[in-house]
């Protein structure tokens, strides 16, 4: 039996000082109700990463910071682009790997995700791999083996120490940012089929995630009814109460679980 993990990706969303101040009153609702089974991170913009990390550590807030993106190689000439050794400088532990937002809007193959996990991972970043189908693949039925194909083409040749700092996160594309959550079922089916493709890639006890649209009101049923590890949360993470609300909801099913 694990702990949840609960991401807040906020994209590109808060300044540094709108982000210290997230924190901040993050910090304030952990020290009036600590989370005994759920680990919480946030994925804040490059920009705000230090101001972010330093909060964190000054205040010893109870939880994490990752990057929404990395570049594969460790340095060179790369205009705009940021390294793996440059986050870990920083503190940061996580990093997400192949957001959908990334592979549509930048060209992110699924080649690039797989030399990007492969890179971050060989340097010492928890990746976690976003994987998700579009509509019209769900609508064609052809979303367990879209799915699926992108698990292989990602997991494949990653080592034993690099499959231990690996998380997937299931967001199907339809429900990103449009309020449309997936049904309970249909979360439960393929994060179950995502757990059978990682174990017979030898990703045994991996977590998997949920992602899209995720809010303070449906949290609970997908925690408790979807299979789920824990959530990938974008809109619903910029605000302190709404984000909390949401850890909580894992919280509840976790304590109960460990019962
Ligand atoms: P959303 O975003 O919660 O705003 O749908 C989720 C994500 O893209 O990670």
């Given amino acids: 039996m694990g702990r949840a993990l609960v991401m807040g990706n906020w994209k590109m969303n808060l300044d540094y000082v709108e982000a210290v101040h997230l924190v901040q009153q993050l910090g304030v609702l952990a020290s009036s109700r600590p989370l005994e089974h759920v680990d919480i991170a946030v994925v804040p913009p490059f920009v705000d990463l230090r101001s972010v990390t330093s909060v964190v550590e000054s205040e010893r807030v109870p939880l994490t910071v990752g990057a929404q993106h990395v570049h594969p190689l460790e340095s060179g000439a790369h205009t705009g682009e940021i390294s793996a050794p440059m986050l870990r400088r920083l503190g940061v532990t996580w990093v997400l790997v192949g957001?959908?937002?990334?592979?549509?809007?930048?060209?992110?193959?699924?080649?690039?995700?797989?030399?990007?996990?492969q890179s971050a991972t060989r340097q010492g970043l928890a990746g976690v791999l976003c994987v998700g189908e579009a509509l019209e693949v769900r609508e064609s039925g052809r979303h367990l083996g879209v799915v699926a194909d992108q698990?292989?083409?990602?997991?494949?040749?990653?080592?034993?120490?690099?499959?231990?700092?690996?998380?997937?996160?299931?967001?199907?594309?339809?429900?990103?940012?449009?309020?449309?959550?997936?049904?309970t079922p249909q979360v439960r089916e393929m994060t179950e089929q995502i757990r059978v493709v990682a174990?017979?890639?030898?990703?045994?006890?991996?977590?998997?995630?949920?992602?899209?649209?995720?809010?303070?009101?449906?949290?609970?049923?997908?925690?408790?009814?979807?299979?789920?590890?824990?959530?990938?949360?974008?809109?619903?993470?910029?605000?302190?109460?709404?984000f909390w609300a949401i850890c909580e909801a894992a919280e509840d099913c976790y304590s109960g679980r460990a019962k």
């Fill in 151 to 183: 698990l292989r083409s990602a997991l494949e040749g990653l080592n034993e120490a690099q499959r231990e700092l690996v998380t997937i996160a299931y967001e199907p594309i339809w429900a990103i940012g449009t309020g449309l959550t997936a049904a």
């Fill in 199 to 242: 174990q017979s890639l030898s990703l045994a006890d991996v977590r998997v995630l949920y992602g899209g649209s995720v809010n303070a009101d449906n949290a609970a049923s997908l925690v408790n009814e979807g299979s789920l590890d824990g959530f990938l949360v974008g809109g619903a993470s910029l605000k302190a109460e709404s």
């Fill in 99 to 117: 957001h959908s937002e990334r592979r549509q809007m930048y060209a992110m193959t699924d080649e690039v995700v797989a030399q990007t996990l």
